[in-house]
């Protein structure tokens, strides 16, 4: 069932292309974004435990927005987890490899995929049977060429990979030309002081140009 779930996640990512990472304060506003990106035709979005408006988030946007696959970012805890799952996320995401989540995730057939920054942290992570993979800090870790040569060796395996920090408008395109990447974590799109200063017009542009970019790569 988690292998299943592992590589119909994957899927779903490949077709959004382009996710967005967001850090919401309050519900209001993380409802507004939502609609925002939904209207800029973003169709999935991470919603990051950063804040304590998270949850709420989660909750509400999964009944506004039935046709965006939302999923919970940051997951650190197996509380969140659970949490994160019953309250209508579709995926969940960590920045590390916590071999008790993903344990837990297995257990219950979660779509949970774990962050990985090594071929050691991979190899643990695709015994216990996780196939699609957070690349996180990606461009700190080393850019498009990291991820190449880490996926190199274990391409037969049919790995897949998310790579967010410090992916932006300029060089998502990079990532998005690697097969094994599905989706890349759109952290430039619906930025905290963008949406304390309510600059939806600007995040919609943002949203709409992040759709051209993607029908660029994937002509």
């Known amino acids: ?8 996640t994957a899927n779903k990512l490949r077709e ?35 804040t304590k408006a998270a949850p709420e988030v989660i909750r509400e946007a999964k009944k506004r927005f039935p046709n965006l696959f939302l999923g919970a970012g940051t997951v650190l805890n197996t509380d969140h987890l659970h949490q994160a799952f ?65 996926i190199a060796p274990y391409r037969h395996l049919g790995v897949h990979f998310m790579p967010t920090g410090g992916v932006t ?19 430039w799109l619906g930025r905290p002081d963008d949406v304390k200063a309510g600059n939806w017009d600007k995040i919609e542009k943002d949203g709409r140009a992040a759709i051209e970019l993607l029908a660029s790569v994937r002509k």
């Open 16 to 50: 959004a292309g382009i996710i967005p990472v967001l850090v919401l304060e309050d519900v209001d506003s993380g409802l507004r974004l939502c609609e925002v990106l939904e209207r800029a035709g973003l169709t999935a979005a991470e919603i990051t435990y950063r």
């Open 169 to 187: 408008a300029a060089n998502a395109a990079d990532w998005l030309a690697v097969p094994e990447i599905v989706c890349v974590g759109g952290t």
């Open 86 to 150: 019953d309250l209508g996320a579709s995926f969940a995401v960590a920045p590390g490899f916590n071999p008790t989540i993903v344990g837990e995730a297995v257990k219950k057939g979660y779509a949970f995929s774990p962050g990985i920054a090594t071929p050691s942290e991979l190899e643990q992570a695709f015994e216990m049977g996780v196939r699609m993979f957070k690349f996180f800090p990606a461009e700190a870790l080393g850019g498009v060429a990291m991820i190449k040569n880490i």
């Open 1 to 8: 069932m988690f292998v299943k779930k592992q590589i119909e």
